[in-house]
């Protein structure tokens, strides 16, 4: 998911930048194949493994204000708890807005049709696209960011190398 959402950031502003390649069946196949793995991600989430490690709890929020101590035992604290969240709105207003959008190219698969809604309509889906693909690149810089930090460098090597280093302690 992580590679296609860069193709896909790649795709939309390389030729804001001046770039020239033909972008557009790039940019809109790797739109519906993100969208085929987000639905499987969330069908593993919710249906195999429970959505629940990722919910907010009160825990969480007591453990964030220091006011009970951090057990170490659990997988994600508040913070990239909220992110996830966070970029996952993102992601689906991107989707969303996505498939919308895809109403006006033709492909193999479809005809186009601009006409499934209003001129004005088109424009509040252009601009949520826009602002959407700002944000998530504004999330993509602060995941790396906050991946070099040293007090998460144990997040970084268990993601890198596959191991459980991530708990607290370990």
């Given at each position: 998911m992580a590679v296609l959402a860069i193709i896909l950031l790649g795709t939309a502003f390389l030729p804001v930048l001046g770039v020239r390649f033909d972008w557009v069946p790039i940019h809109w196949i790797s739109g519906v194949l993100l969208t085929?793995?987000?639905?499987?991600?969330?069908?593993?989430?919710?249906?195999?493994?429970?959505?629940?490690?990722?919910?907010?709890?009160?825990?969480?929020?007591?453990v964030a204000l220091g006011r009970t101590p951090e057990d170490g035992t659990v997988k994600y604290d508040l913070y990239q708890k909220l992110y996830h969240w966070s970029v996952a709105a993102t992601i689906l207003v991107l989707v969303v807005s996505g498939c919308l959008m895809l109403a006006k190219i033709d492909t193999p698969l479809w005809r186009r049709d601009p006409s499934i809604i209003s001129d004005r309509d088109?424009?509040?889906?252009?601009?949520?696209?826009g602002a959407a693909s700002l944000v998530l690149i504004f999330f993509f810089i602060l995941h790396i960011y906050f991946a070099f930090l040293?007090?998460?460098r144990r997040l970084l090597a268990a993601m890198v190398l596959g191991r459980e280093t991530w708990r607290r302690g370990a």
């Open positions: 085929a793995a987000i639905l499987f991600h969330l069908y593993r989430a919710v249906l195999i493994h429970g959505i629940r490690s990722m919910m907010p709890t009160g825990h969480d929020l007591r088109w424009g509040v889906v252009y601009v949520c696209h040293p007090e998460h």
